[in-house]
T-cell receptor
Framework: DQQVKQNSPSLSVQEGRISILNCDYT??????FLWYKKYPAEGPTFLIS?????DKNEDGRFTVFLNKSAKHLSLHIVPSQPGDSAVYFC????????????FGTGTRLKVLA | GAGVSQSPRYKVAKRGQDVALRCDPI?????LFWYQQALGQGPEFLTY????????KSGLPSDRFFAERPEGSVSTLKIQRTQQEDSAVYLC??????????????FGPGTRLTVL
């Protein structure tokens, strides 16, 4: 029972264009969401997060949008750079009990130079 | 400063062998998490420590899996009588505060376990 879903296993984008990575979740009790980036042979690295009481959070080239009614969040990267090529995981947390992360299956982004 | 480190980075075990995976969290971090990442999947929660106390082990897949953090710093994940389905990358993460503080988790590079 996958509570956090990333339905696109891969995405290719031209350098300089926008990358949009999507994530859907099923449990309305999640109240915090994060995006992590992972390079091969390295651990996931925190990128950006958003609380469920917000609908947008921006940090430089990265913006996360949250649509609670649709149970959907997205990560926008503008402009995309070749160094952004990595696997991106979204994760959700219940902010009660153990703050364990519930991860999606990841989307592999390739930014073409 | 130093991040989360894990050792060994790669481990090959024969089915039935016991293995021990080590995690050195960021110094001073109270919380420590173990995750299992199967090929093509996202990391899945195994267990959580707050200092030396194991407060959540709901994700451990069987009683062959055992984790400890006796002095509240280094943690060891032990898998007894390994099976082929145990093959995965085992990730350790630490965060500064206790679980409810909402601090970001910092991940180590993982240990890739292959059971033949």
């Amino acid at each position: 029972d996958q509570q956090v879903k990333q339905n696109s296993p891969s995405l290719s984008v031209q350098e300089g264009r926008i990358s949009i990575l999507n994530c859907d979740y099923t449990n309305s009790m999640f109240d915090y969401f994060l995006w992590y980036k992972k390079y091969p042979a390295e651990g996931p690295t925190f990128l950006i997060s958003i609380s469920s009481i917000k609908d947008k959070n921006e940090d430089g080239r990265f913006t996360v949008f949250l649509n609670k009614s649709a149970k959907h969040l997205s990560l926008h990267i503008v402009p995309s750079q070749p160094g952004d090529s990595a696997v991106y995981f979204c994760a959700a947390i219940f902010t009660s009990g153990t703050y364990k992360y519930i991860f999606g299956t990841g989307t592999r982004l390739k930014v073409l130079a | 400063g130093a991040g989360v480190s894990q050792s060994p980075r790669y481990k090959v075990a024969k089915r039935g062998q016991d293995v021990a995976l080590r995690c050195d969290p960021i110094s001073g971090h109270v919380s420590l998490f173990w995750y299992q990442q199967a090929l093509g999947q996202g990391p899945e929660f195994l267990t959580y420590f707050q200092n030396e106390a194991q407060l959540d082990k709901s994700g451990l897949p069987s009683d062959r899996f055992f984790a400890e953090r006796p002095e509240g710093s280094v943690s060891t994940l032990k898998i007894q009588r390994t099976q082929q389905e145990d093959s995965a990358v085992y990730l350790c993460a630490s965060s500064l505060g206790f679980s409810g503080s909402g601090d970001t988790q910092y991940f180590g590079p993982g240990t890739r376990l292959t059971v033949l």
